[in-house]
């Protein structure tokens, strides 16, 4: 009887509150729901009686414990009044009217045409949707869309600005013509708004924050605490390519503030050597919205003050929204390379074996060739305009940096494999997997080699167990 008497009064609740104690929530007795997939639950008139006030009967068992809360994720009746009240808003027509001109918008859209009519016939649908990203925003942002959304979806957010930002990821996926690069880039990268209303007062906002970061910071770089930061960079600036670019004297006072900048607002990582190499690609690209030769055999000094600041601010905005998503590449001892190395490593020994093994053979470690790779993004292994095609698709792919890189990276070590496998000892094949020769390679050859990842990416990106050896 003693040992019954325990049982029940194990469940008796103590007055007094203690952590971990369950209490009362008013208001989360059930889920969310969505009207649109409940509309058969409506049922007019039924309506739950008005909930009693006062405090809730103690449970004093577990018995009664468990019969109060058993219903908690049921949908009763008191659903009913809600999803009948949402059904009152919802209005069909509107809904249908403000779908029937966006389809309308997209059939008769005009595309611009560009200067160099050559490009006309294979990118007209890149101008098309960079037009309707600006119209879609404009559409839903109105005074009469506005009183459409509080008829209809009050709640909802428009869903049109992603569908036209996923179509031009796909369509920059190709390559990105020259024209309308720039703009492409910014848009890719989330660093420059898709409402065209917003971007002029985004990119104000944005380069004078940037050159208040240099008014705050920039003069401690001889600090004591940052001199070493800044000499390295110093140092490094000198070693990148293209020379005839790096080497002019502004451009190399551009990229210290940009590099010493980054490396004060990322104490985690601090400047990393490598790092200096992705700022290129952001640079060149920007300098084409003001020139229309090519940046290797340009003065940049020539360009006028205000232009060269705003390619300063937005090619450092850019560039730290690419380092966000791979920044434990730069971290402490690196961890992000040393992981995406060992994984091309296992995904080469699945997709070529032979390759695997004879470098195995000659005591290759994929560490001593693959670091830099993975480092600089292959921009030390191929040419800038090879760099900045391959950065077309970075930008339009998901995970481009960081994911789908390991793909492009088995691709182009398999791309040797004939060369590779013609080499019979160790140095040999240091040599060569250091100097590839790429110097000749263009926009064909690049896309090939993307071809080729994605193919491996489809392959094995979902399916892990295709790593393991």
Sequence with gaps: MSSESNRKQFWKRNTAKVPGSIQHVYGAQHPPFDPLLHANLIRAGNKPPPATPGKPKKATTFQEFESITSDAWDVGDDDDELLAMAAQNLNIEVVMETANKVRARCEG?????????????????LWSVLENIEYFLSLWTSESAALHRQQSLPHRPPLIPLVARLELRKLSWSGIPRQVRPITWKLLSGYLPANADRRESVLQRKRQ????????????RNDEHHQDTYRQIHIDIPRMSPESLVLQPKVTEIFERILFIWAIRHPASGYV?????????????????????????????????EALRNIEADSFWCMSKLLDGIQDNYTFAQPGIQKKVKALEELVSRIDESVHRHMQHYEVEYLQFAFRWMNNLLMRELPLRCTIRLWDTYQAEPEGFSHFHLYVCAAFLVRWRKEILEERDFQGLMILLQNLPTMHWGNEEVSVLLAEAYRLKFAFADAPNHYKR
């Design 109 to 125: 859209v005009v595309v611009k045409k560009l200067s160099d009519g050559a490009l006309n016939t294979y990118f007209p649908s």
């Design 209 to 220: 924050e940037y050159f208040g970061f240099i008014q705050q910071y920039y003069d401690s």
């Design 273 to 305: 050597q490598g790092i200096n190499d992705l700022v290129t690609p952001f640079f060149v690209v920007y300098v084409f919205e003001y020139i229309e030769e090519e940046v290797e055999n340009f003065d940049v000094s020539s360009l006028q003050e």
